[in-house]
């Protein structure tokens, strides 16, 4: 919308780049162009705004396919006004001098002009082509149709009115036939992710399986090695055995031939010993019985009386200690009687 401004009962006018200008002044075009500004007069101005730049048109509208199905498209059409002129002179592309918005709506004249052509198109080639194949092909068929007939249809280029583009986005059936369509293709996603679950089941057992393989050929392998282990482990106990029973033979052997030294000495020390133990007692023997011979021929010569004093000396010697003595009168008096006897004689 163009900027106008009030001053002393002029209007200035301050146009877009993308707004193209038309000025008519008792019926003279004064100022034709984009981007433009000027003063003028309101009551004898008649002023005319047709935007220049593209514009994108949304559309969706519902169609019917050649199985009787309904159908919606979703489609963007893209066009500018390439010849403002002719525009301004078809469409009512004016505006109001104090205030610069149009008085109309020209660009929904054009929306409804471009809407109902495209639609026309989509009709006319989805009325000929079965849902199926219009949810396959549809949107490029219906593109290139719509595409072709608005390039086709006079009263655009009449109207001054370029088509840039047009984009389908979709076309899509009513939600219960979409589901119902989903159904079969479900359906085989379903059967494929059974079938990959199933295939990865079947390798999980195969990979287990085989692990259960190597998990049993290793026990096998380590009871080989521990029945090795045994078999080594018994010959190095018996080489072990072998070896102590040689090393305690040679030991016993060695001991009962020190026990033999040991028993020859000590029997050779025992001959020497008693040997020597016999000399010992004959010469010992021969001392006293020349002592007893020495002191019996001392004795020999001696009166009976010495030799009595002589045995109660030797006697008293050899008697134990005597703290006292009790004599009673019956021993006194046969003691007594002894010695009377002994004097008479």
Known sequence: MADITRRLGWR?????????????????????GTGLGFWFRPLTAALSEVPVEDRELAMTFRARTADFQDVSVQATVTYRIGDPALAAARLDFSVDPDTGAWRGAPLEQLGTLLTETAQQHALDVLARTPLAQALVDG??????????????????PATGIEVV???????????????????????????EADRATYERRAVAVERERAIAENELASQIELARREERLVEQRGANAR??????????????????????KVAEAEAARSVALAHAEAQAAREIGEARAEAQAAWLRVHGDVDVATLHALTGTR??????????????????????????????E
């Open 315 to 344: 006697l008293a010697e050899n008697l134990p200690r005597i703290d006292s003595v009790t004599v009673s009168p019956d021993v006194l008096t046969g003691l007594l009687a002894r010695l009377g006897g002994e004097g008479r």
């Open 165 to 191: 583009t047009v984009r389908v986005m979709a076309v899509r059936p009513e939600a219960e036939v979409e589901r119902a369509l989903r159904t079969p293709a479900r359906e085989l996603i379903q059967q």
């Open 239 to 260: 080489r072990e055995a072998e070896e102590a029973a040689a090393a305690d033979r040679i030991r016993a052997q060695a001991e009962a031939a020190r026990t033999v």
């Open 12 to 32: 200035h006018l301050r146009a877009t780049p993308t707004a193209h200008i038309r000025h008519h002044r008792g019926g003279r075009l004064v100022h034709d």
């Open 139 to 156: 949107v490029a068929a219906v593109r290139e149709r719509i595409a072709e007939g608005l390039g086709a249809e006079p009263r655009l």
